[in-house]
């Protein structure tokens, strides 16, 4: 073939036959990859349609779907949905269908749904959180106190009343005798049971007096105000450094107490020091001194045998000096029979006022509740020696005898500050008067409300 004879030039033909060729191939390999694509969403249709179980219409149509085309656009999203799958909302058109500018906006909404479905499930499970949480420290303080004092319910004077009031739906004029002497019999002492029955007499009326839910009643209520005594709030941050003294007879619990207070007091941030004033009785001074290691707190102490107003006034100094935030000294034992013991410790508090003005700002006194209505004794003489402004009634766990609190507290005037319930650091609790009264008196209500 002559291509001179062509209309075009033979390069001009060259391109046009490469053209055509380069088309040809394009579109062979265009249809072998859409029959490749069909072949393979066939499958992937086959495999949905094997899912055990029916799926609804819907479902079956996202199902189908979505493995071609894993991101669809909005408006292919919002055509796919079926109208009836949802319930009619606000804007929607008589037939159903919502308009064009609805639909895009429902389409966009399965981009944001899904995050805001989770924060919408939460609510109701923090709204009930807080509700219980205030009650739930309360029964935790009363179940903390009830095993402490149930020695005082099953055996003091609260369960011998109460074996007068159980089962009686009306009382003669007789139990008022039968209540004296169950009280005048109570650790609580002598004046103040006198005082409850005259209050008891003069208080109630003829009628209310046959009832033993108004006596009962009456009884607490008047145990509670005679602890519930005018007293300022215990603020360890008043003062820098706030010195405590700490006053007792031996083997009252004063050192334990101490070692006890530091490690609440350490656990609350603050720097504590202890002075070991107890020069005279054998190991005092070791003993604070492991309760200061446990505790992380300084100790200060001296030889055994040296003069504790000088030990005392070291320490305090020595607080002062170094910005220590609470300074606790403990003192000897001191025998609250023999006069010159006491005037000593009256020297130690003058002492301590010399270490830093002011000081110090809390005198407690140490009483042992198994000593009973002695322990009345002992806080009176050493009221009359020394200003106390608190007291700690310890091993409350261990005896029946824990009425005598309501003595020294109507008695004396006298604030306790703390009561020792266990062995723990935990047991030395801060005292209220309300949750004191209800775990003494709370157990033995039920069977006048049956």
């Known amino acids: ?254 050192t334990t107490t101490i070692g006890k207070l530091a490690a609440k007091l350490t656990g609350e941030g603050r720097r504590v020091l202890l002075a070991a004033g107890d020069t005279f009785r054998a190991a005092a001074a070791e003993q604070l001194e492991i309760w200061a290691g446990r505790t992380g707190s300084t100790i200060v102490r001296g030889k055994e045998g040296a003069d504790p107003s000088s030990v005392i006034f070291d320490g305090v100094k020595r607080a002062a000096t170094e910005s220590f935030d609470v300074a606790i000294a403990d003192t000897a034992g001191r025998l609250h029979t023999k006069t010159d013991l006491m005037q000593e410790l009256q020297k130690v508090r003058r002492t301590v006022g010399k270490a830093a003005p002011g000081a110090p700002h809390e005198t407690w006194l140490v009483i042992d509740s198994t000593s009973g209505q002695d322990a009345i004794a002992q806080a009176q003489i050493f009221t009359e020696a020394m200003a106390v402004s608190g007291i700690v009634l310890t091993k409350l766990d261990g005896t029946a005898k824990g009425g005598v609190i309501l003595g020294i507290a109507d008695q004396l005037k006298i604030p306790v500050r703390y009561v020792g319930v266990g062995e723990t650091v935990d047991d030395l609790r801060r005292f209220d008067p309300e949750e004191f009264v209800e775990a003494l008196f709370a157990p033995l209500e039920a069977p006048l409300e049956s």
């Open 1 to 254: 073939m002559d291509l001179s004879s062509l209309p075009i030039s033979p390069t001009e033909l060259y391109e046009l036959i490469a053209v055509v060729g380069g088309v040809g191939v394009t579109g062979a390999l265009g249809v072998l990859f859409v029959r490749r694509a069909r072949a393979a969403r066939q499958r992937q249709i086959d495999a949905v349609d094997e899912l055990p179980g029916p799926l609804p219409p819907r479902q079956q149509g996202a199902a189908k779907l979505k493995p071609a085309k894993p991101e669809p656009e909005p408006e292919e999203r919002a055509e796919e949905e079926e109208p009836a799958a949802r319930p009619p909302r606000a804007g929607r058109s008589p037939s159903g269908h919502a308009p064009a500018h609805a639909r895009k906006e429902r389409a966009e909404e399965p981009e944001t749904a899904a995050p805001e479905a989770a924060p919408e499930a939460q609510p109701p499970s923090a709204q009930v959180i807080p509700f219980p949480a205030p009650a739930a420290p309360e029964e935790k303080k009363i179940s903390a106190l009830a095993p402490g004092l149930a020695r005082t319910r099953s055996a003091g004077f609260i369960a011998r009343l109460g074996e007068l009031f159980s089962g009686r739906k009306e009382l003669d004029p007789s139990f008022v005798d039968d209540i004296e002497k169950v009280l005048l019999t109570a650790d609580i002492g002598v004046k103040t049971s006198q005082k409850l029955l005259e209050e008891i007499r003069s208080s109630l009326s003829r009628r209310e007096l046959k009832d033993p839910d108004a006596v009962w009643a009456f009884l607490r209520r008047r145990s509670a105000e005679m602890l519930s005594l005018p007293a300022p709030e215990l603020d360890f941050s008043s003062a820098k450094p706030f010195v405590l003294l700490v006053i007792g007879v031996n083997g009252s619990g004063k």
